[in-house]
């Protein structure tokens, strides 16, 4: 041992002070009974003698260091600290991974920001290195919980975090994860590390947060459908913008809905209520489709009528105008000669009248009582075309 006594005297060591003449309890530099005497101790004995004591101490000292004489020692003490110097300084030699990125505090204060690859810090305690993972994504889980039992990967429900209500006062199981990582900036790393104590802790309380104010805006109906990429949007935002509030250094990349249901206690008339749900939309649906067909076959029916009335209207105005001409033209030629004229609408209003009616014609100079026989081909025509 580098304590034991290099006097080659007794055998008890006494550490690294040794026996001083094999004094019983001589331990410590002071020798004698292990410390200094004490005014009003044994016997009432004199105030310890300084100079002897520091002799005794230089005396043990040299017995344990290398070599005989007090320069050789000397020089010993100044090499044994010269290396432990260089062993210190060889400690602050670090590494940074491809992805992460060295911050390094000197007296506990941020001086610097490395880049991966081997660099150099004061040692602790002057110095000290952090190493964040920047460019690793992230990821947690909240309402679920995920655990391991042999070779599979199981999960389990945790109905106080999943537990939500919505806007229209109903109750609904959220499941969702979020993706977030450190943001790559000066700034950003330097929050990270110093501005938040438990950062997953963190992420995942304001994620909670985020989700039940979005949620507690939202109708069901929304949430469980349709709506689902805007909800994830919006916590994301309402996310970032709280971490950015906290100076946390956080980036949220991503939030995904995992399973959103209704409490399992009410899932199956829920599921009846959304069936009778899916049925209304259905009819009013089909009402829309009647109503889309109907609504403009009538319109076109409507059109069609208005249009007719004014093509008679405007046939009428225009006959009554032609008869109206007309009259006038005649009016003007019976003003010219009134005989002829007379005479010849005389005969074709008679023209007009005869051919429109049956006749039948006697010869007053005939015999048979000036009747002629007469053969009816008209109603001959008639009653052939009315047998075929």
């Known amino acids: 041992m580098p304590w034991s006594n290099q006097s080659g005297g007794g055998g008890n060591n006494g550490g690294p002070w040794g026996n001083s003449g094999g004094n019983k309890g001589g331990g410590g530099p002071w020798g004698g009974s292990g410390g200094p005497q004490r005014s009003g101790g044994n016997g009432g004995g004199k105030p310890p003698d300084f100079e002897e004591i520091l002799k005794r101490g230089q005396d043990q000292l040299k017995s344990v260091l ?49 880049e991966p690859g081997l660099n150099y810090n004061w040692p602790y305690p002057v110095g000290e290195v952090r190493t964040p993972e920047v460019l690793s994504l992230r990821e947690l889980t909240v309402g679920m919980e995920e655990f391991v039992r042999g070779s599979s990967i199981n999960q389990r429900d945790v109905p106080e975090e999943s537990l939500m209500l919505t806007g229209d006062e109903n109750i609904v199981d959220v499941d969702f994860k979020v993706q977030w990582r450190i943001q790559n900036t000066p700034t950003g790393v330097q929050e990270y590390l110093f501005n938040i104590q438990n950062p997953e802790g963190t992420v995942k309380a304001v994620a909670e947060s985020a989700m039940r104010e979005v949620v507690g805006s939202s109708r069901i109906d929304a949430i469980l459908t349709e709506n689902r990429n805007p909800i994830q949007l919006a916590v994301q935002k309402l996310m970032q913008e709280t971490l950015n509030s906290y100076k946390a250094g956080i980036e949220i990349t991503q939030v995904q809905m995992q399973k959103v249901d209704p409490p399992a206690q009410v899932i199956e008339a829920f599921r009846d209520v959304q069936a009778a749900r899916a049925d209304q939309e259905r009819i009013q649906n089909e009402a829309q489709a009647y109503a889309n067909k109907i609504v403009p076959e009538a319109r076109g029916n409507a059109a069609r009528v208005s249009e007719a009335a004014l093509a008679y209207r405007d046939k009428t105005i225009a006959n009554a105008n032609g008869q109206a001409q007309r009259f006038i033209k005649i009016y003007e030629e019976y003003a010219k000669s009134p005989d002829v004229l007379r005479q010849r609408l005389y005969l074709e209003t008679m023209e007009n009248i005869l051919s429109k009616n049956p006749k039948i014609i006697i010869d007053g100079n005939g015999q048979q009582n000036g009747v002629v026989p007469y053969l009816p081909l008209d109603q001959l025509n008639k009653r052939a075309g009315g047998n075929n």
């Open 66 to 114: 290398p070599g005989d004489g007090g320069g050789l020692g000397f020089k010993g003490i100044l090499f044994a600290i010269l290396v432990a110097v260089v062993i210190w300084l060889a400690t602050g030699i670090y590494r940074v991974e491809p992805s992460e990125v060295g911050v390094e505090l000197v007296f506990g204060k941020v001086v610097g920001q490395t």
